[in-house]
């Protein structure tokens, strides 16, 4: 059973930095593109970052690329989310994913798994 679950959501001050994590379990997590996405009420779920099964690509969202990074660990089946100078429209759960063999697409039908996600808060 593949379960993707997250951490490292909360509240924080705008300006401020999180990192997210998402452990993975159940599949071969080094044959996998990982992402992370993100979702407001009543908004469609928008693509945020992805990294490459090796690690070796990163992509990311326009909006956000000079603000986020994307790492993984594969030791450690293990994907991370850096964000920093953190906006209050950046508030959202924050969603990991994965895609077999993916090439990092920003679309949410192309992956296979979804985690539950984590609520990252923004106050102004």
């Known amino acids: 059973q593949v379960q993707l679950v997250e951490f490292g959501g909360g509240l924080v001050q705008a300006g401020g930095s999180l990192r997210l994590s998402c452990a993975a379990s159940g599949l071969i997590f080094s044959r996998y593109t990982m992402a992370w996405f993100r979702q407001v009420p009543g908004k469609e779920r928008e693509f945020v970052a992805a990294?490459?099964?090796?690690?070796?690509?990163?992509y990311y969202a326009d909006s956000m690329k000079e603000r986020v990074t994307i790492s993984r660990d594969n030791a450690k089946n293990t994907v991370f989310l850096q964000m920093n100078s953190l906006k209050s429209e950046d508030t959202a759960v924050y969603y990991c994913?994965?895609?077999?063999w993916g090439v990092g697409k920003p679309d949410a039908y192309e992956y296979d798994y979804w985690g539950r996600g984590t609520q990252v808060t923004v106050s102004s």
């Open positions: 994913a994965a895609d077999l």
């Open positions: 990294i490459s099964w090796g690690g070796g690509s990163t």
